[in-house]
């Protein structure tokens, strides 16, 4: 069974720039998570997806971080214009709907600069 | 999700067994004790979870005190490739995957 994939794996930007991430996560697992996990910390949610619909962004920062699911498959999350704070890997997991955290698995991540 | 606190790092030499301790003393009555771990450029991966009897699996045990209050990952004979960031967390079943993790602990197996 493929794991999540995620693309690219670094990225180096100028403060105020826009970058995107994409993940594509494991098939069959509908529910998908982005993640930012900053040097020295434990990852932090963002987004939580069902299928194509939002179901947590609570903690998304939305005045500069978007996030999408348009065909309930893969997801794409954008920072525009990103930030020095912004520095971090992102995340991206995925799980069965309905299953306990075993079925939960995460990605290797995008590793994030930004000067 | 519950307060936990773990000591952020701890050495086990190779083929022992390696004690993670985790206290969570305001845990509530519907919260399970979760342990996931980090290795290094990887992605947190699912280890084992409890509510509060013991649990065991293919990769370690969980021992739940009766009160509760604290557990303990043991992972019976630990390898150079446990070496990570584990990381307790107590939530509600209900929240599958939107886990709180804090700081965890850096595990160094030593040969």
């Known amino acids: 069974e493929a794991g999540v994939a995620q693309s690219p794996r670094y990225k180096i930007i100028e403060k105020r720039q826009s970058v995107a991430f994409w993940c594509n996560p494991i098939s069959g697992h509908a529910t998908l998570y982005w993640y930012q996990q900053i040097l020295g910390q434990g990852p932090k949610l963002l987004i939580q997806f069902q299928n194509n619909g939002v179901v947590d962004d609570s903690q998304l920062p939305k005045d500069r971080f978007s996030a999408e699911r348009l065909k309930g498959v893969d997801s794409t999350l954008k920072i525009q214009p990103a930030k020095l704070e912004d520095s971090a890997v992102y995340l991206c997991a995925s799980r069965k709907p309905g299953a306990g955290d075993e079925t939960q698995y995460f990605g290797p991540g995008t590793r994030l600069l930004v000067l | 999700d519950a307060k936990t606190t773990q000591p952020p790092s701890m050495d086990c030499a190779e083929g022992r067994a390696a004690n993670l301790p985790c206290n969570h003393s305001?845990?509530?009555?519907?919260?399970?004790v979760y342990w996931y771990r980090q290795i290094h450029s990887q992605g947190p991966q699912y280890i084992i979870h409890g509510l509060k009897n013991n649990e065991t699996n293919e990769m370690a045990s969980l021992i739940i005190t009766e009160d509760r209050k604290s557990s303990t990952l043991i992972l019976p004979h630990a390898t150079l490739r446990d070496t990570a960031v584990y990381y307790c967390?107590?939530?509600?079943?209900?929240?599958?995957?939107?886990?709180?993790f804090g700081d965890g602990t850096t595990l160094t197996v030593k040969p």
């Open positions: 967390i107590v939530r509600a079943p209900w929240r599958a995957g939107k886990s709180t």
């Open positions: 305001t845990i509530s009555g519907n919260e399970y």
